[in-house]
């Protein structure tokens, strides 16, 4: 079994900071991209960031310069920074990753329970 479990979510206020956490554990042979992804209401998931295990980032346009993705390889956990918050970056946030667990050759997607982020004016 392969667990992603995410922690950081919580009230803050518009301006302000928070980090996200993501601890993928279980029977884990290699992660290969990591992600986060967000959840408004009645609206789709869409991508927030993206980290290789190389350590190459893409970011949706709405939160680059604000937002920081970044990844402990040796902890299998990746982070998000999220600064300067606004109103819209109100949403659940998930994290995802694609791991091949051990004795297996191809990566599976993998998702954590998600945790809220609200971000008051």
């Known amino acids: 079994q392969v667990q992603l479990v995410e922690s950081g979510g919580g009230l803050v206020q518009a301006g302000g900071s928070l980090r996200l956490s993501c601890a993928a554990s279980g029977s884990i042979r290699i992660i290969n991209a990591m992600g986060w992804y967000r959840q408004a209401p009645g609206k789709q998931r869409e991508l927030v960031a993206g980290?290789?295990?190389?350590?190459?980032?893409n970011y949706a346009d709405s939160v680059e310069g604000r937002f920081t993705i970044s990844r402990d390889n040796p902890k299998n956990t990746v982070y998000l920074q999220m600064n300067s918050l606004n109103p819209e970056g109100t949403a659940v946030y998930y994290c995802?990753?694609?791991?091949?667990?051990?004795?297996?050759?191809?990566?599976?997607?993998?998702w954590g329970q998600g945790t809220q982020v609200t971000v008051s004016s």
């Open positions: 980290i290789t295990n190389g350590g190459d980032t």
């Open positions: 995802n990753a694609m791991i091949s667990r051990t004795g297996e050759l191809f990566p599976r997607d993998y």
